[in-house]
């Protein structure tokens, strides 16, 4: 069964960018479809990026700023974040999921991990 630990959570200036990393050990993330969600305060889990076998898949929301990465060697996946704004503040969390397509719905996710603190200062 995979486990899944994000890091490099922070608080950043709008306009900085973060690098989030996801570890993975019990699995391969090559195996899975890996995703990106976050979640803010009051609010619902939201689908920010996803990765299968081909180029990534993002929200309206974040084209443009963010990437999502996979490092099979290290066994992690990537969310890079560029020109951050303070709606990106929100807990992100790591995600994987059984399966041939990327989704957005969270709920068809199989693992998660604990999620780490975004904050993007005014």
């Known amino acids: 069964q995979v486990q899944l630990v994000e890091s490099g959570g922070g608080l950043v200036q709008a306009g900085g960018s973060l690098r989030l990393p996801c570890a993975a050990s019990?699995?391969?993330?090559?195996?899975?479809?890996m995703g990106w969600f976050r979640q803010a305060p009051g609010k619902e889990r939201e689908f920010v990026a996803g990765?299968?076998?081909?180029?990534?898949s993002y929200a309206d929301s974040v084209k443009g700023r963010f990437t999502i990465s996979r490092d099979n060697a290290k066994n992690t996946v990537y969310l890079q974040m560029n020109s951050l704004k303070p709606e990106d503040t929100a807990v992100y969390y790591c995600?994987?999921?059984?399966?041939?397509?990327?989704?957005?719905?969270?709920?068809?996710?199989?693992?998660w991990g604990q999620g780490t603190q975004v904050t993007v200062s005014s």
């Open positions: 990765i299968g076998w081909s180029a990534g």
């Open positions: 019990g699995g391969t993330v090559s195996s899975y479809i």
């Open positions: 995600a994987a999921r059984s399966g041939v397509q990327i989704t957005a719905r969270s709920t068809w996710y199989d693992y």
